[in-house]
């Protein structure tokens, strides 16, 4: 009975512990730094559209004009 009630409440609390949030936290708690620290991580984020584009061929120019052309000598 008393391995049981300690399995149930080591999982509560590993359970508790992992949905609270990180111990430590991830940015300084000086304004300076941490706006250094969020321009940095956010530096790396803002090449993502770019770097989809040029995976689905976005970037190309586009062939088919949405006008017609003469193609002839005027």
Known sequence: MKLRLRLMVGLLLASS?????????I???NQDVRARQLIFSSE????IPE?????????LP???TPYRVHGGVI
């Open 17 to 25: 512990v992992l949905s609270v949030g990180c111990a430590m936290p």
């Open 27 to 29: 940015w300084s708690p």
């Open 44 to 47: 790396s984020l803002r090449h």
């Open 51 to 59: 770097i989809w584009e040029r995976i689905w061929f976005l970037d």
């Open 62 to 64: 586009d062939f088919e």
